[in-house]
Structures are given as C-alpha cells and as structure tokens.
T-cell receptor, first 114, second 114 residues
Framework: QQQVKQSPQSLIVQKGGISIINCAYE??????FPWYQQFPGKGPALLIA?????SEKKEGRFTISFNKSAKQFSLHIMDSQPGDSATYFC?????????????FGQGTILTVHP | NAGVTQTPKFQVLKTGQSMTLQCAQD?????MSWYRQDPGMGLRLIHY???????DQGEVPNGYNVSRSTTEDFPLRLLSAAPSQTSVYFC?????????????FGAGTRLSVL
C-alpha cells in the first residue's frame, strides 16, 4: 500500500525550463511534507519542506505548492539547470508517535539537458 | 562533524549468511531510522528508534533486527540473508529539538545477496 504516490517516474527538461513533480497522499494525519534530492551514490538530502497551514513555500528556484483539500502537493523547479539532474522524492510524516517516520513517494529521475 | 556514518559501503552475502550494517551519528539526535531503497519503490522504513532502548517496526521489518544501546549507534542485523534483501540501505537521524523533522541520511550501504 503506497500512501504517497509520485509522478512522473522520469522527467526530461531543457536548461531554463520548469520541472514539475507531483505527489498525492492518503493519510490525513500527515502534517509535514518534505522533498528530498538524491544524487547518484549519495543519501537523500532535504531540499524544501512545507506544513499544511500554508499553500505555497518558495526557496530560491524551488517552490512547493500544497492543496490540502485535494491531498496533493507538488515541487516546481524554475530555470532548471543541469546540476539539478538528480532523483527527487516527496515524503510525508505525521506528528505524535510517528514523528520522524517518513513515508516516501516512488521517486522521479530528473534529467536537465544543457 | 561527520554527521551520519554507515559502514560498510558495499557488501556481498550468500543466502543464509548473517551480517550487521553499522550506523553512527555524532549530532546527538534522539531519532534514528533505517530505510531500504529499491527501484520504483522509493525508500521504505524498516525500523525506527526514538531513543536508547526504544525501537519500533516500520513498513518492512521482516528479516531485520535492531537494537539501540546508545544514542549514537543504531545497527541493523540481517540474521539469515535472502535475495529479496538485495537493496541499498540508508540510515537517518533527526531531532525534534533541533530543526524539526529534518532527517539527515548517511551515504548508504549497497547490499547484494546471492
């Protein structure tokens, strides 16, 4: 049972374009939604995160859009660069005793062509 | 400051063999977790600990044992390796007291079971 569904599995964009990755979740107890970036041979690293009390969060070229009623959230990468080529994972966690336990999406392999 | 250190980086086992994947963190984080990463599956939580002496099962705990005798260390034990346990294993740590919910991942252990 995949509680967080991520799409697309792979994405190819040209340098300067916009990359968009989407996630949908089922568990309404989730209250924290991070995105992780992973380069080959490395562990995932936190990129940006959002809580459901806001609909959008922007950090530099990276923006999370959050739709609580639809139980969906997405990552937008503006002005995509070849250095952004990596695997991106959305994730979610709940509070209380589930604090720190992440449920991940399947991952999206992003390739940015120069 | 090394962060989260995993050893070994690579390991090949024969079916039925046992081994321990080591994980150590030097950030004094209370929470530590083990995930496995498989193609198309994202990262799935194996076991979880909120402090020394306290562990809990994650989504895919079968075939794995953990213990947490110190804050710093969280080893993952495979008692009788099976080919289905071929995967990349990541250890992560976090603290609700510092930078809530940000999980710091190690570089991973790539395990092959023949």
């Amino acid at each position: 049972q995949q509680q967080v569904k991520q799409s697309p599995q792979s994405l190819i964009v040209q340098k300067g374009g916009i990359s968009i990755i989407n996630c949908a979740y089922e568990n309404t107890a989730f209250d924290y939604f991070p995105w992780y970036q992973q380069f080959p041979g490395k562990g995932p690293a936190l990129l940006i995160a959002i809580r459901p009390d806001v609909s959008e969060k922007k950090e530099g070229r990276f923006t999370i859009s959050f739709n609580k009623s639809a139980k969906q959230f997405s990552l937008h990468i503006m002005d995509s660069q070849p250095g952004d080529s990596a695997t991106y994972f959305c994730a979610a966690s709940a509070g209380g005793t589930s604090y720190g336990k992440l449920t991940f999406g399947q991952g999206t392999i992003l390739t940015v062509h120069p | 400051n090394a962060g989260v250190t995993q050893t070994p980086k690579f390991q090949v086992l024969k079916t039925g063999q046992s081994m321990t994947l080591q994980c150590a963190q030097d950030m004094n984080h209370e929470y530590m977790s083990w995930y496995r990463q498989d193609p198309g599956m994202g990262l799935r939580l194996i076991h979880y600990s909120v402090g020394a002496g306290i562990t809990d099962q994650g989504e895919v705990p079968n075939g794995y044992n953990v213990s947490r005798s110190t804050t710093e260390d969280f080893p993952l034990r495979l008692l009788s390796a099976a080919p289905s346990q071929t995967s990349v294993y990541f250890c992560a740590s976090s603290s609700p007291q510092v930078a809530k919910n940000i999980q710091y991942f190690g570089a991973g252990t790539r395990l092959s079971v023949l």
